[in-house]
C-alpha cells in the first residue's frame, strides 16, 4: 500500500512562508517533520524535492509523503469487528476479554495485536495509534488512528471534546436521582497499581449519567464522559453506591456476569481530513442482556 501523502495548492495569502512554517500551522510538527527528513519521507513542490527552507509561492504544490511506522507490536490473525474504515481511522468493536494494547500479564491476543496482523494482510506499514482506549473487559467502539497525523490531529479534538462517546452499564440497586452528573477527581488508591478512587488531589472527572430502565436489584443506565480517567465510569458508579454488575473490584457482584457490564455503545467523532462528523453505533452484547434478563 502507497505511504500516506497530504496535498496543498498554494493561495496568494500563503504565498511567502517557509514551508516549515506553512506545516506547522497545518499540526505537522517538527518531530514529524525530522521523521520525514530522516526515515523516509519526503516534501516536493511541484513535484520536485524540496528541503522545508523552501519559500512557497502562489499556485505551488506541495506534497508531504510520510514514511512508513515501524511497529514492534507482534501480528496476529485475530478477526476483528470493522465498523467502519478509510484512509486515516478505523472503528472498531471490542470483545470483551481482550486488552487494547498487550500488557505484561497479556502480551499477545489485544486488538492491537489483531490491528496489525489486519494491517499485514493488507500491506499496510504502520504502527497501532489507538485514541479511545477501553478497559480490558469493557467493550464496545474503539477508534484508531491509522498514522501518526490524524492521531495528532485527534488528540487535539478530544481536548476540545470533539470525540464523544456513550456507554451502557448494569449496575446494582436503584438510584434515587434518575439523570444526574458526577464531579469527582480520581486518583490511583495507594495500596494498589491497579485500583483507582475517588480522592481530593486525583483528576478532575466528569460523568454524565441517566437511567434507561430499572428493576428490583439492579438498573440500566447510559453513561456519557466529560473527561476520560482510567476506570472513571467504574469508579464513579461505586462512588454512588451502585458498581456495575460484575465489576469485583470496585465491589459489584459476579452472580450474573463475569466482568463488568459495561459496552461503549455510541463513537462520534469530527473528521479532521474530511472535515464531517461521523456516527456510529454498537448494539449491548449478548453476555449483557443475559445478566439484565437474569436480574429481579
Not at 512562508?17 to 497545518?26: A, G, K, S, T, V
Not at 436489584?217 to 453506591?241: F, K, W
Request: charged share 25%; with cysteine.
Amino acid at each position: 500500500m502507497s505511504p500516506f501523502t497530504l496535498s496543498w495548492v498554494i493561495r496568494k495569502n500563503e504565498q511567502n512562508q517557509l514551508i516549515r512554517d506553512f506545516l506547522l500551522q497545518h499540526h505537522i510538527s517538527k518531530t514529524t517533520l525530522t521523521a520525514i527528513k530522516f526515515k523516509g519521507g519526503k516534501i516536493t513542490v511541484n513535484g520536485i524535492e524540496q528541503n522545508v527552507r523552501y519559500r512557497l509561492q502562489e499556485g505551488d504544490q506541495l506534497t508531504v509523503t510520510f514514511p512508513h511506522e515501524q511497529t514492534t507490536v507482534k501480528g496476529e490473525d485475530i478477526p476483528l469487528q470493522i465498523c467502519y474504515e478509510d484512509r486515516d481511522v478505523l472503528v472498531i468493536n471490542k470483545p470483551p476479554h481482550m486488552n487494547t494494547i498487550p500488557s505484561r500479564e497479556h502480551p499477545s491476543g489485544s486488538l492491537a495485536n489483531a490491528i496489525i496482523g489486519y494491517y499485514e494482510k493488507i500491506g499496510y506499514e504502520a504502527t497501532v495509534h489507538v485514541v479511545t482506549r477501553l478497559d480490558r473487559d469493557t467493550s464496545g467502539l474503539v477508534l484508531v488512528a491509522k498514522h501518526r497525523y490524524v492521531h495528532h490531529l485527534f488528540s487535539q479534538l478530544q481536548q476540545r471534546g470533539k470525540v464523544k462517546r456513550t456507554y451502557q452499564a448494569f449496575v446494582e440497586g436503584t438510584l434515587k436521582t434518575k439523570k444526574g452528573t458526577i464531579e469527582a477527581p480520581i486518583g490511583r488508591k495507594d495500596t494498589s497499581i491497579i485500583e483507582r478512587e475517588v480522592r481530593e488531589d486525583g483528576q478532575y472527572a466528569c460523568t454524565h449519567y441517566e437511567v434507561i430502565a430499572e428493576k428490583r436489584t439492579a438498573s440500566h443506565v447510559q453513561l456519557r464522559l466529560e473527561t476520560g480517567r482510567t476506570h472513571q465510569i467504574r469508579v464513579h458508579m461505586s462512588y454512588l453506591g451502585h458498581p456495575l454488575l460484575g465489576d469485583e473490584l470496585y465491589g459489584g457482584s459476579r452472580k450474573y456476569i463475569h466482568r463488568q457490564a459495561l459496552h461503549c455503545s455510541e463513537l462520534s467523532f469530527y473528521h479532521p481530513l474530511k472535515e464531517d462528523i461521523l456516527s456510529f453505533r454498537a448494539p449491548i452484547p449478548e453476555d449483557m442482556l443475559t445478566a439484565w434478563k437474569e436480574c429481579e
